[in-house]
């Protein structure tokens, strides 16, 4: 027997229409503008611990 979840597409519909969610996304709190050095490391990695006090 296989376990999953099952979702009726028109009770999708439904929440849709009720708090539309597409194109909006979600507003960061801390904005970390992209740069070239993104490709050389992960610099929002570096943020968040930074946020966080964490010392790597």
């Known amino acids: ?3 999953g979840l099952r979702i ?3 009770r999708v ?11 909006k996304g979600v507003e960061p709190e801390i904005y970390i ?3 070239p050095e ?3 490391r ?3 990695l570096e ?3 930074e946020f966080l006090n964490i010392k790597v």
Do not use: F, N, Q, Y
Request: charged letters at 30%; aromatic letters at 4%; a positive charge.
């Open 38 to 40: 993104h490709i050389e």
């Open 1 to 3: 027997m296989s376990h």
């Open 8 to 10: 009726k597409p028109s």
């Open 47 to 49: 943020r968040a611990l």
């Open 13 to 23: 519909l439904e929440k849709t229409k009720m708090a539309p969610v597409h194109g």
């Open 33 to 35: 503008k992209w740069t």
């Open 42 to 44: 992960d610099v929002d």
